[in-house]
Each structure stands twice: as structure tokens, then as C-alpha cells.
């Protein structure tokens, strides 16, 4: 367990190594990233919800209707208004379109009639000269007509200014067939206000509303609009006050919208005109009553959303248009305009602002089913969604890229410090190589040098008659060449052990240090000594014949530095310890300085010259100990304090020969 | 030879190796004395008069000291460096005589300021004639600093 957390622990460092080199990078970069997570969250509130798209109002595709023509055809458009009439500019873009897209040979004429900035009957008159002098000479065969100035004016003025065509109107609040009261050729498109729903819808959003006020411009229109009311008004869910505006200046007006209490509600019905007259458009409109109050504001008119109106359900000037232009080309085709009836529905959608939904804090589900929603925002990812996914795919390479390299870097790693290790395995091999050709050359010379010279002296002696040194000189030869023997032996066994290791088994110590003084003959106990096995030696796994050899070693060492003072005892045991069971050789004998704890297991290290041996045997131990993964080390507490020779041989079960 | 008594510290830890010394010099009539220590511990404490050779009657300085490189306990270089850095001890000429004919030896020891590196030849006659040579040129032809009294 311990080990384990170890490794993960060394793995995490590694992989901190890898990534961030040091710990203040490591720093730096932690707090590099708590300093981009606020930009980053930011870009990603950006990204998802910060943007509001105005959806196209009255953005229904009209129908395409074709029409084949031979000759180029004018038709005529009269607009109640002025350019700038949010509604009237929208109905008039339904119409063209619609035309345009019929036949190139169309070709739609607009005029004015301008009665918001001129409402006067005499200027009727003016313009219907002006018509007169226009077209006069034309036949037209459409003409078309948008809201009730228009088709009043159209109807007052037709037999003089274009008898034969057909008049197709649109735009008509509270239309009745008394309109057309002895009138032929004409058909249109009737503008029926969704009053009632718009009342209903937003009395179920706003529950708390106990009065409502109705903004009408008291213009022909206004009242038109105005009186389209009276019936849905009767149906309403429940018990409100309902005001009339009264004609109001810009500044009265806003006066009177900043004073409603917050749980009152404004229907716009139809605004254009100030009561001094002054023109103001929808979108100004919207902007300004939304501004001014604290109760919402709801429209019948697209033409007001997105520019401060709640919502409702909405009439979209363009469609209107359109629809009135595909009958003006029914008529063109052909078809009799007394056959077309008047068509006295038209399309409506309910539709709401988000901005303003957000701020009377009306949820998206409280609203009817199959509502349109704009301004909403529109996450970023909904409208740029290739480029999201092409940005994730690219960083995702990125970061894949970035790990591979991260990877390839910890193997590179791994694969650096195995190179290191083996070097040093290496050096210290060629190290130890290099000091056993040196030392073994030296120690080979040695009594070289000695039989030499002694011979030589033995030469000398015997010519010159002298017999006298003649016997201690063949003994130092003797001796000489002994050693040579013993010593070539022994570098033959060291050699040996480095290559040759045997099949590990399991075995009891115990029996093999019974072994090993066995094989010593009984030299210490001959001598006076006494030699002690521990029974309970542990059972190791390990190759036999080496570890015997280890101990026959140690206690021959023990047994060649005892004391001349005292009687050599020595102790085989053992001890348990963390790592293991650590296995002993301790004598009562000479001992030994902590300064050569180290150099007594090198190669031919001895430290009395004088003792017998060659300095190889503690090398050869040492040797066979390591080659069992094993660690050995002496301990002794001075001179004339005995030593203990401890090593450990650990169950590794592994392949014999590898160092760890 | 000069009529004064010179005094030769040979550090041998092979007993042969010394006895062949001893024994070359006194057929040559080389040195006066000649005393024999057998490691590098008994070198120091010879030569800085420590331990056993505390007395300076068991310890007169050497006009030469004849230096084994391979010796137990402190090995023959580190008893170059500490006579070589004794202000008392480093006019002394030390003279290496080692078995080993290592480049790397020989470098190591003229860089502690051995005054010589010799190696012991294993053929007799050189061996000898080594020794004669050694002893006519170092305490013969040498003109060594006169050894203060002790």
C-alpha cells in the first residue's frame, strides 16, 4: 500500500515535471488559470446569451402569384398617409413585392394622400386635380387603395378620375358592406384587430391589472379603431376600468403615461396624430409610451413590437399588403372584382418582445402556445454553429496534440533515465573492472618481485659459500608462490560468481550455516573457540551453494581477526526488521573503525597487511550478497569491540542477476 | 659517501619487498639506518610523531623517504600529500617505489610533489642495480637539506 502511493506520488511528480517543469511554473500557471477562468466565463456568458436578434417583422414570404402580360400595365396605389407610417410604408412593401413578383410588365404608380398631415376635405380636391392630371388618360384597371382615407377618397372621386377600374382596398377598420353602398367593382381585404385576444392575452399576464387605457388619435382611422372595440369589450375575463384617452399633446400625453399606477395597462388602438396635430410614427410611439410607463404597453399592430410593446396579437401591415395585391391580380387575370367578396379576416400572430417580457417579469412559458418571441437572445452558438464546432474540433486537436506531446515527453523521460542508470552501471562497472586488472597486476607483481629477488639472492649465496639465509629466503619463496596460487584461485572464483549464479530454491538458513562450519573443518572450535547457530533461522529463496559460500566467508573472517586475549565467539543469527529478516555473523574479535566500514569489502582491501587472506573474500561476498538484490554492511561499535556482519537476501521471485 | 649519518624512512607493508630493500642497501653500503613502517598510518604517526612513534628518539627525521603506493589503512599518496603540505616535513625528498607501472599513478604522485616515481623491476639484476643506483644518486650525488637536529 505504502509503495503504491509512493509510486503514484513519484507518477505525479513525473507528470508535474512533464507539464510544468518547476514549482513556480507550476504556480504561475495555476494562477494564470484562476486569471483566465473570469475571461473565459465572460466569453461564454457572451457566447450563449448575450445576443438579441429583431426578428423581420411581417416577415411572412408572400405567395408568388404569376400573371402573364403582353403589354406593360400601370396600376395605381394610393396610400392614406405618408412615407414614414411605420404601418402604411408595410402594407405598401407587401403590395409592391407582391406585384413585382406577378410580371416585369407590372408597373405599380404610388401616390400620397398625406391626410395625417393633411386632413382637410378641400385638399381632397387638390389632389384628386392632381390625379386627374396624372392618370387621367390612362386606363387603369386596378386600382389599389390602403386604410380608409384612401378608399373614402377612392370611392368620392372614382367616376371622374378612373371610371372603368376595379378598386381593391385593404387597410379598412370597421369595415361594414355600408361602405360600399352602391358602389361596383370593388373588393378588398377588411383590417379586422384581434381586440378581444390582445385583451385577453394580456390580462392573463399581467393578473394584477385593474384598469386598462385605450390610445386611439380620435383621426378617422383612431375612431374606426376605436369603435371595433366596443363588442370585445364586452367579453373581457373579468372586471377592469376602461379609459379613453382624451386628444393629448406629446407632453400631456407623457404626463398622463408617467402617472398610471403600475397595475394599470395601455392598449395602443391606432396613433399617429397628436391632438395639435403633430405626426408621430409607431416606432417613436412605442419607444415613447414604453419609456414613459410603468404599466405595459400592448399594440395590435406589428409595426409597434420590438420598439417598447409588449406584445399581442398582431396585424403585419406586409401581409396585409400582399394578401390585397394577389386580388388586385386575380382581377388583373381576369376574374370579375363583384365575384371577389370582401375578404374580412386577416392573418394575425401573437407575438411578444423578450426585453419587455423580462422586465413586467413574465416567464416564456406563461405564454399562449405557438407565440413568436423577438429580441429573444439567441445563443451564439445556435446562430454560429459551424464555427463553435469547428473552433471545439480545432482545439480539441490542439489539446490532443499537446497530450501526445506530454506523453511522448514522460517516454522520453522514462527512456532518458534508463540511459542514465545504465551509464552509471557502466561507470561503476568499468570502474571496478579497471581497478581489478590494476589491483590484480599489482598483487600478481608482488611476489613476483619477491621469488625474483630472493632467488637472486639465493644465487649470490650459494656462489659466495653463504648457507646461513639460504633456508628463511626459500621460505619467503615459498611463500611468495603460495600466495600467487591462493590468489589466482580466488580472482578465478570472483570472476566466476559474477557470471555463474544458480537456480534459486527455498532452503532454512539454519541448516546451511551448519553447513558452511562443516566445510571449515571445525577450525574454530579446534582452536579453543566457540561458534553459536541460531535455530529459528527464517527459510530464504536464494541459490544455496552462494549463500553457503557467504557464510563460510564471514565466518572465516570472523574467526581470523579474534583477539589474542580473548576466546573467539561467534554468533550466526538473525533479526527481523522492516525490509526483512537481516541475517548476522557478530564476533567478540578486534573490531573495527567507522572509517573503514566502507573499504574492507573492496577488492584486495586489507587492512592489516599482516593477516593472512589475499582481500578478495569480503569483495566475494559482497558480490554474491548484491547479486541476490541483497544489501551487506558491517557494524561495530571500535576497536576491540567485535564486529557483526549483517546482510539481508531478500524473496524477490524474480530473475537472479538484476539489479533493482 | 659524507660522513653524516643518514637516515632512510622506507614504507613497505610487503615484509619481502622491505627485506630486499634492507638487504640491497647494505650490500651497496648505502644508508646508515633505515626504518620500516607497514602502512600509511604508521607512516603519518612516524612522521608527525604520533601514537607509538610519539617519542622523538623512536622518530628522528629522514633525509629519505622511499614511498610504497598500495598500502593499507591510508594508501601511499595521502602520506605524499600531508608530508608535501607539512611545513616541517615537505623539503623531504619522497621517492615512490611502487610495483605499479600506471600512468595514472605516476601523475597523481608527481602532482602531490613526489621528487621521483620509481618502479620496483621484477628482474633481479635490475632490481639491484635499482637500488644501487637509488642509493648513490639520492643520498650520494643529492645534495639533501641538512636534517635538523633531534
Same mark, same amino acid.
Given at each position: ?77 394610393? $396610400? ?19 406585384? %413585382? ?14 391626410? %395625417? ?62 361602405? &360600399? ?66 386628444? *393629448? ?58 420598439? $417598447? ?86 482545439? &480539441? ?8 506531446? $506530454? ?50 639472492? *639465493? ?23 603460495? %600466495? ?117 569489502? $573492496? ?18 561476498? %559482497? ?38 | ?150
Amino acid at each position: 500500500m505504502a509503495s503504491m502511493r509512493h509510486e503514484r506520488g513519484a507518477a505525479l511528480k513525473r507528470f508535474s515535471a512533464v507539464f510544468f517543469g518547476t514549482r513556480t511554473a507550476a504556480v504561475v500557471s495555476t494562477l494564470f488559470v484562476v486569471a483566465a477562468a473570469v475571461p473565459i466565463y465572460s466569453v461564454y456568458h457572451e457566447i450563449m446569451y448575450s445576443e438579441r436578434v429583431v426578428l423581420p417583422l411581417g416577415d411572412k414570404t408572400p405567395p408568388r402569384a404569376r400573371l402573364a402580360l403582353d403589354v406593360p400595365t400601370e396600376i395605381l396605389v394610393i $396610400g392614406s398617409y405618408h412615407v414614414g407610417h411605420e404601418f402604411g410604408d408595410a402594407e405598401m412593401l407587401g403590395i409592391l413585392e407582391t406585384l %413585382k413578383a406577378a410580371s416585369p410588365l407590372l408597373q405599380p404608380r404610388i401616390e400620397y394622400l398625406d391626410t %395625417k398631415y393633411y386632413p382637410e376635405k378641400e385638399h381632397y380636391d387638390r389632389f384628386a386635380a392632381l390625379i386627374e392630371r396624372k392618370y387621367g388618360s390612362k386606363r387603369l384597371p386596378v386600382v389599389m387603395v390602403t386604410d380608409d382615407p384612401a378608399l373614402d377618397f377612392a370611392l368620392t372621386y372614382r367616376a371622374a378620375l378612373f371610371p372603368a377600374a376595379a378598386i381593391v382596398f385593404c387597410g379598412i377598420n370597421d369595415y361594414t358592406p355600408q361602405h &360600399l353602398a352602391g358602389q361596383q367593382n370593388v373588393t378588398g381585404i377588411a383590417e379586422a384587430l384581434a381586440v378581444g385576444e390582445t385583451l385577453a392575452i394580456a390580462l392573463a399576464l399581467h393578473p394584477l391589472t385593474k384598469t386598462i387605457y385605450l390610445l386611439d388619435d380620435h383621426t378617422a382611422t383612431g375612431i374606426a379603431t376605436r369603435h371595433n372595440c366596443e363588442e370585445p369589450l364586452t367579453h373581457l375575463a373579468r372586471q377592469v376600468d376602461v379609459h379613453d384617452v382624451d386628444p *393629448l399633446t406629446r407632453r400631456e400625453l407623457v404626463g398622463l403615461v408617467r402617472a398610471l399606477p403600475a397595475d394599470s395597462l395601455i392598449l395602443v388602438l391606432s396613433y399617429s396624430v397628436f391632438g395639435d396635430g403633430e405626426v408621430i410614427s409607431h416606432h417613436a410611439l412605442a419607444r415613447l409610451l414604453s419609456d414613459s410607463s410603468r404599466a405595459p404597453v400592448y399594440g395590435l399592430h406589428e409595426e409597434l413590437l420590438g420598439y $417598447g410593446i409588449v406584445g399581442g396579437r398582431l396585424l403585419a401591415g406586409r401581409s396585409h399588403g400582399a394578401a390585397a395585391a394577389e386580388l388586385a391580380l386575380r382581377i388583373l387575370a381576369g376574374e370579375p372584382a363583384a365575384s371577389i367578396p370582401v375578404v374580412k379576416t386577416t392573418p394575425t400572430r401573437v407575438m411578444f418582445d423578450d426585453t419587455e417580457l423580462e422586465r413586467f417579469g413574465v416567464r416564456l412559458d406563461e405564454l399562449p402556445a405557438g407565440s413568436i418571441v423577438v429580441n429573444r437572445p439567441v445563443p451564439f452558438i445556435e446562430r454560429h454553429f459551424y464555427l463553435v464546432v469547428s473552433t471545439v474540433l480545432v482545439i &480539441l486537436i490542439l489539446t490532443t496534440a499537446i497530450v501526445a506531446l $506530454g506523453l511522448n515527453m514522460g517516454l522520453r523521460l522514462r527512456a532518458q533515465r534508463i540511459i542514465e542508470q545504465q551509464m552509471a552501471t557502466l561507470e561503476t562497472k568499468n570502474a571496478e573492472l579497471e581497478r581489478f586488472t590494476y589491483t590484480a597486476s599489482h598483487d600478481l607483481k608482488s611476489p613476483l618481485i619477491t621469488i625474483k629477488g630472493f632467488l637472486g639472492m *639465493l644465487v649470490g649465496d650459494a656462489k659466495a659459500g653463504r648457507f646461513a639465509r639460504m633456508e628463511s629466503d626459500i621460505a619467503r619463496i615459498e611463500g611468495a608462490a603460495d %600466495k600467487m596460487q591462493i590468489l589466482l584461485d580466488d580472482l578465478l572464483e570472483l570472476s566466476r560468481i559474477g557470471r555463474v549464479i544458480g537456480l534459486p530454491a527455498d532452503f532454512s538458513m539454519t541448516a546451511v550455516a551448519e553447513e558452511a562450519i562443516e566445510l571449515l573443518h571445525g577450525t574454530v572450535q579446534t582452536e579453543g573457540g566457540e561458534i553459536v547457530v541460531a535455530a529459528d533461522m527464517p527459510t530464504v529463496y536464494a541459490d544455496q551453494r552462494r549463500v553457503r559460500e557467504v557464510l563460510q566467508n564471514l565466518i572465516e573472517n570472523a574467526h581470523k581477526f579474534t583477539r589474542p586475549t580473548a576466546t573467539p565467539h561467534i554468533e550466526v543469527g538473525w533479526r527481523a526488521e522492516a525490509e526483512g529478516p537481516v541475517f548476522f555473523v557478530k564476533d567478540n574479535g578486534l573490531g573495527l573503525e567507522p572509517r573503514f566500514f566502507d573499504k574492507i569489502f $573492496g577488492l584486495f582491501d586489507k587492512l592489516d597487511p599482516a593477516s593472512p587472506g589475499t582481500g578478495i573474500g569480503l569483495a566475494l561476498v %559482497k558480490r554474491i550478497v548484491e547479486l541476490h538484490n541483497g544489501r551487506i554492511w558491517v557494524e561495530s561499535e571500535g576497536l576491540g569491540k567485535g564486529a557483526t556482519f549483517c546482510f539481508t537476501l531478500p524473496d524477490t521471485r524474480r530473475p537472479m542477476g538484476r539489479k533493482s | 659517501m659524507t660522513g653524516e649519518a643518514l637516515r632512510i624512512l622506507l614504507v613497505e607493508d610487503n615484509e619481502d619487498h622491505a627485506e630486499l630493500v634492507k638487504r640491497n642497501f647494505a650490500e651497496h653500503h648505502v644508508a646508515n639506518t633505515i626504518y620500516h613502517v607497514r602502512d600509511g598510518e604508521q607512516a603519518l604517526q612516524y612522521l608527525f610523531r604520533q601514537g607509538k612513534f610519539a617519542s622523538a628518539a623512536d622518530s628522528p627525521k629522514p633525509n629519505l623517504i622511499l614511498l610504497d603506493l598500495r598500502l593499507p589503512k591510508v594508501d601511499g599518496i595521502e602520506v605524499l600529500k600531508q608530508v608535501k603540505s607539512s611545513p616541517e616535513l615537505k623539503a623531504i625528498p619522497v621517492v615512490v617505489l611502487t610495483s605499479s607501472t600506471s600512468d595514472k599513478d605516476a601523475i597523481k604522485a608527481y602532482s602531490s610533489y613526489a621528487n621521483s616515481y620509481l618502479v620496483k623491476p621484477v628482474d633481479f639484476a635490475k632490481f639491484t642495480l635499482l637500488m644501487k643506483d637509488l642509493g648513490y644518486y639520492w643520498l650520494a650525488w643529492n645534495k639533501n637539506p641538512t636534517a635538523s637536529r633531534v
